[in-house]
């Protein structure tokens, strides 16, 4: 079993900057991607930013050039630095570390944080 935890995360006016970030602690879990959805009020869950364990990239269209996803293999944690906030981004983030446990696909989710943009 594999537990995300994620902090960050808040109220930002629009323009400004904030950071998630995202743990993942257990056993018998090998890492092959890892990233953050977003879910706003009456919205379905959108993918934001995912990094392979390798390290490639990919973003959506609406935060490529603002957001950046990095991570850190050591320590099996995510982060995404968000920058030019705009009241859009705000949502509910979701952490999430894709693998296998074993020879079985695996997919965890952080319990999600706030992000609010608002003057």
């Known amino acids: 079993q594999v537990h995300l935890l994620e902090s960050g995360g808040g109220l930002v006016q629009p323009g400004g900057s904030l950071s998630l970030s995202c743990t993942a602690s257990?056993?018998?879990?090998?890492?092959?991607?890892m990233g953050w959805y977003r879910q706003a009020p009456g919205n379905q869950r959108e993918l934001v930013a995912m990094?392979?364990?390798?390290?490639?990239?990919e973003y959506a269209d609406s935060v490529n050039g603002r957001f950046t996803i990095t991570r850190d293999n050591a320590m099996d944690t995510v982060y995404l630095q968000m920058n030019s906030l705009k009241p859009d981004d705000t949502a509910v983030y979701y952490c999430?570390?894709?693998?296998?446990?074993?020879?079985?696909?695996?997919?965890?989710w952080g319990q999600g944080t706030q992000v609010t943009v608002s003057s």
């Open positions: 999430t570390f894709q693998g296998y446990s074993g020879d079985r696909r695996a997919d965890y």
């Open positions: 257990g056993s018998d879990f090998n890492i092959i991607a």
């Open positions: 990094v392979t364990r390798a390290g490639a990239t």
